[in-house]
């Protein structure tokens, strides 16, 4: 399909008002009616928006889904969470039958991880799931800080788990992952929410191109949070008795100069300075150097090694997502 710019002509009335005319396709698509009054916002490239959506907040997205063929609760699960992101308000599930009990556990559970939904209304193989949360509630900002400070914890506490033995640690931050999951997804819908909406976008003070900097962010977050659990899980599998105290020393090492470039990331993004990002990416091979240097005899520990693989690995990788949220960052400065 070709694309094709109508073009109007300015026109003067009275003694400091000027007008344009109006496509009649546009007029008769959107119902707009003589005195009806519509939305006139200004856009930083120059460019004017006009909508017959005065207030946008107040759009409802419907997503229905048919559950009479669900024979898995993961499946439904997955449906439910993209519908969420993709900024569906209102999600209405129905069955020609009563439910089975895997659905409304699905439902419940779902409800309580993701941010913003809750039942409105239900009956025996109807329910209404309505979100209740106002985007300008959660600006992109705050989200990612909390991101920041919830990977940054697990990480620290996986690793404290390595170097103490004490397991309880780990459990700890494997229960924190759906904590980390939750902001991912509220982010993405976020996203999708202001991407078709620009006058909610200008709400919040961010650009589109910001949006979907904080989108990329926030999925190199959530990977880093992914690697502290799978930290935590290889402690589970160790004994700590058993483990060279050399090797932990080493490997606490390479832990704290990951977290480094992780807390760099961060100052770099709240100082918006590009200088400090670039030192970040920089300073990555330092820490793959070091990752590098950590040898251990499989001999003595064989049973271990491949748990103690992993780790080494998870620390390396949360590093290097750290310096690609830090070419991130400068990509958004640019």
Same mark, same amino acid.
């Given at each position: ?46 460019? $004017? /928006? ?6 946008? @907040? #107040?759009? =409802? &997205?419907?997503?229905? %889904?048919? *559950?009479? +063929? ?61 979100? $209740? /949360? ?6 992109? @900002? #705050?989200? =990612? &800080?909390?991101?920041? %400070?919830? *990977?940054? +914890? ?80 290889? *402690? ?99």
């Amino acid at each position: 399909m070709s694309f094709h710019i109508e073009t109007r002509k300015v026109q003067k009335t009275g003694g400091s008002s000027y007008i344009i005319s109006l496509p009649k396709v546009w007029i008769d698509k959107h119902h707009v009616e003589i005195n009806d009054t519509l939305g006139i916002l200004s856009q930083p490239d120059g460019n $004017l /928006l006009i909508t017959p959506q005065i207030d946008t @907040e #107040k759009m =409802i &997205k419907v997503k229905e %889904i048919i *559950v009479d +063929d669900f024979k898995d609760d993961n499946y439904l699960y997955r449906i439910l969470i993209g519908t969420y992101i993709m900024g569906f308000s209102k999600i209405v599930i129905k069955s020609s039958k009563k439910f089975e009990p895997f659905i409304r556990e699905c439902i419940t559970n779902f409800t309580q991880i993701a941010i913003g939904p809750e039942v409105v209304e239900e009956s025996s193989n109807f329910i209404i799931i309505k979100d $209740l /949360l106002n985007p300008t509630e959660m600006p992109f @900002e #705050k989200t =990612i &800080k909390r991101m920041y %400070i919830l *990977v940054h +914890d697990m990480h620290e506490d996986a690793i404290k788990a390595f170097e103490t033995g004490d397991k309880n640690f780990a459990e700890e931050v494997i229960k924190r992952d759906n904590d980390v999951d939750r902001l991912l997804w509220l982010i993405g819908r976020q996203s999708h929410i202001v991407l078709r909406d620009i006058i909610l976008c200008q709400k919040m003070g961010i650009t589109l191109e910001q949006a979907s900097h904080y989108h990329s962010m926030s999925k190199f977050l959530e990977r880093i949070g992914d690697h502290a659990v799978r930290i935590a899980k290889n *402690v589970l599998l160790l004994d700590y008795n058993k483990i060279d105290k050399d090797l932990i020393k080493n490997i606490l090492n390479s832990s704290k100069i990951s977290l480094t470039l992780l807390d760099k990331s961060l100052d770099a993004w709240l100082q918006k300075s590009i200088i400090l990002a670039n030192e970040n990416i920089e300073a990555i091979k330092e820490l793959i150097q070091s990752t590098e240097k950590i040898t251990f005899n499989t001999t003595n520990i064989a049973e271990f090694s491949i748990a103690i693989g992993y780790i080494i690995e998870s620390i390396r990788r949360t590093g290097e997502y750290a310096g690609d949220i830090s070419e991130i960052i400068i990509n958004n400065l640019v």
